[in-house]
């Protein structure tokens, strides 16, 4: 598996000669697997870093486009907005999300591209997209299969089969092994809105990744989320401010973590190297490898835990 960090910045896209290593596209996180079809793509949050994701992906001939939202704040959307895959009525694309104050995926571009918010109306370019409105995510398991597509199922019924050993119907009569599956998890974070984190399974190989954004620093850790962490061999994770910001500067509340939340984290769940993303808007290259150092200043001798920051166009091999 591989990850793509294409927007790794929070809130607000940035360009600013003090953030050229770091980059300034907001949330944009493509997923590479040998599980999936040829010419599918799989992408979380459609942020400013959308565009140079699409580019690319339409460069390598991309068929069919599958599009995760964490939620649906502006730096998670912005750079589907702009970029060419909405506009192409030949190109398979799935949009995923949840459903918050009754606005599943398919409401929310409704209303972002809505006159006089966008040029273009939605009705006019939406017939290629099917939205995927997911209620409750954790009881939703999606899979993705190199023949077979794109299948949900509810959570018990792929507990079961996955217990029974079986194959995975995918309908039209045709069944798969789990082992040739991408496994798509959710589970809810603290934002406080309605915000998925997504667990991505590459069931041939046993490689897992989790990103983990717009995560506010919990007191506790509930099980269900240590759980749903654990067995991650990379963990991307909002870190947008140090903790003297977010115990003294105002920011507890904002929706966003800290160093000593990545580190406490990665001690209850085993978790051995997490990328910090979400940078804010203000902070410059330095401020970035600061809030590392600082992760790094919490380790005890003998924990091997690797900390790193995120940045635009980086590739993480799993
Ligand atoms: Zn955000
Ligand atoms: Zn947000």
Redesign the pocket.
Known sequence: MEVIAWGTRGSLPVANPGMVQTGGNTTCYEVRSTCLPPGVHVVVDGGTGFLPFATEALRLKMTELHLFHT?Y?H??TQGVLIAPPIFMQQLGMHIYGTKDRSFGPKQVYERIMEPPFHPVSFGAIAQHICFHSIEIPPTRVILIHPIGGQHILEKERFLHLQTEKKQIPFGHGQAYPLDECLVILMHWTE?P?R?ITFRFEERSTGSVFVLLT?EEVRAGLPTSLIEFLTGASLLIQDVQYSQEEYERGGKAGF?HGTPEYAVRLARATGIERIGFTHHDPHSADDRVSALVTEGQALLKIGETLELFACKDYDRYEI
């Open positions: 939620h704040h730096d998670h934002h809105e915000t717009d929706g």
